[in-house]
């Protein structure tokens, strides 16, 4: 053990000598002569612990040789506190090196440790890791939820500890961040940047000013965030952070890049990109700032130049795939430059993949799960408070009854009698005061309740408009662009184009009324629901017959059966994906819809007399995947009949239900 000590001393002189004396700080050298002179091993254990996590982004072997060094020591004389430290600095040098599995093994360690021998100042730390971790793999929900137990947990067991509580508030500024919650990200920021000014935390200072940029940018006040990220990049490197200094340059080029100062943001982001293998690189920085290089050269017609950066960017998702979770600029950049570049079958993959993340991103479960974390947040404050004011009021009491039995000790009876009886109302006025305030609680609630539900039929009805009508709109405009852009087209193939688009373009207004005309009724009725069917069928300018049928539509189930706006879209969309695929792909002469209910459920069916297809073998395209999410959404099941020259059969059954109606 000694020999690695040594071997690890002179490795850290080689280091020192070989780099300029600005990057070997006080603090690291105050470690390294600790570490290597002291005969505590309290001192020499926490400054090997500093300079293992130093080293974990500057010089990870060097850091893993401390820890298997020094966690074999520490374990071998029974130093608790110490090898849980340990513990945790190892969980992070895995996490940073992308070992997942490994990382989260020893966070969880650690943390069980921290609680069996009542290390508080360690347990707050691995509870801020572990929400790390889940950051670091996408998992914004369980992030925020431990970063605002870190938070938490700080305020109890050191309710002075301002300094160390800036790191949570920034955290969960962060998380807010990437939920695109920037006006609740910038009040985390602010809380923690004045903490760090008071303090002159260097480093933590950089790091808000770039958090703060970022979230000016996202508001398009460019002029605030020039200011922050400039002040970001400064603080950098006025505490020798060449790491965050590299890392502040793909922020700065993206302000830049939305001013047009294109240059100079290809300069910025070439520099961030550039970021030297001594400091580590960060998988999600680097794929996070290919995707805005990506931008910039599709802007300015370098689209060569935006190809090769796709194809390497590409390497990132491979090597990590929670990136996923940021590929959503990625693709839909790729697919414009890969449209400009005519390599259309690789636009409409990149397009398909972009679809697909905005789908999967911040859904209402993800919204609804967030308030709850700052609901519980909220709730245990209150109760803290609470409990903290009730034994404020308990001592007191005490104190007075105290005083009460020595002074007047002749009247103590009559005195506890007094305060008895006034106990005994005070009790009953406040027993009616909380029934009474119960009861008006109940009510503001339901209000509240009827509110939220309107509120988020409104938002899901919005984000499908976004989605579907958004993504339309943007095809029409890349396609025009192409056709502005190109010299040697011919005129039959612009008028061939311009037609198809024409097409595109009338079935985007028709589905952009169709969602105008839900987002104005809270409940659709069945009968409308048909109605809107048989004027679609109308519409349609083709040579197969539709027909709509129902059983039983005078019955008082069809009359009264309601279902909520976001319920009648989803119904309505699935019936006509179904339709035009009959129109488009079967080869019909004859389409019968028909509406029918049954043991509770509302049964509809697509028949087509057309050639039909093997389901076995043939892939499901977009549109029938689109129609499996609208049924699952409804809770209904969608079933598919096929066979090649006998036509193709879909069922919807969807429950009568409170959810739908």
Known sequence: MKDLRAILLITYFIFCFGK?????????????????????????????????????????????????LELSNAKKNNLEFHFTELTNTRGVYYDVLGQKDSSKVYFERALNLSRKHNIQSLEVRCINNLGMFNWNNGQFKEALDYFYKALEYSKKINPDDDKGQSRYLSNIGLIYQELMQFEKAIEFHEKALAIRLKYDMTKDIAGSYNNMAICYKSFNDLDQAEKYIKLAIEFAEKADQPRLFYQFQGTYGNILNLQNKYEMAEKAYLTALNLPEEYLNYNRTKFITSSNLIDLYYNTRQFDKAKSVIQKAENFIHEDPSLYNYAESYYINGAKVYFALQDTEKADEYFEFYTGVKDSLFSNQNAKALADVEAKLKTKEKEAELAKTKTELLEKELKVRQQNLIIYGSIALIIVLILLSYFIIQSKQLKNKKIQKEAELKTALAKIELKNKLEEQRLRISRDLHDNIGSQLTFVISSLQFIQHQKTIQFEEVKTKLNQLSIFTRQTIHELRDTIWAMNKEMIELSDLIIRFKNFINQLDIKQNISVTTSDYNGEQFKSLQFSAISGIQIYRIVQEAVNNAIKHADSEDIKIHFEIHNQQLKITIDDDGKGYNTEEQEEGNGLQNMKKRAEKLNAELKIHSKIASGTQVKLNIPIDTENT
């Open 20 to 68: 300029s004396i600005g990057q070997s700080t006080q603090k690291i050298d105050r470690s390294w002569e600790n570490y290597a002179t002291s005969k505590n091993d309290s001192v020499r254990l926490r400054a090997a612990n500093e300079l293992a996590f130093h080293y974990i982004f500057n010089n990870p072997n060097i850091a893993d040789s401390i820890l298997k």
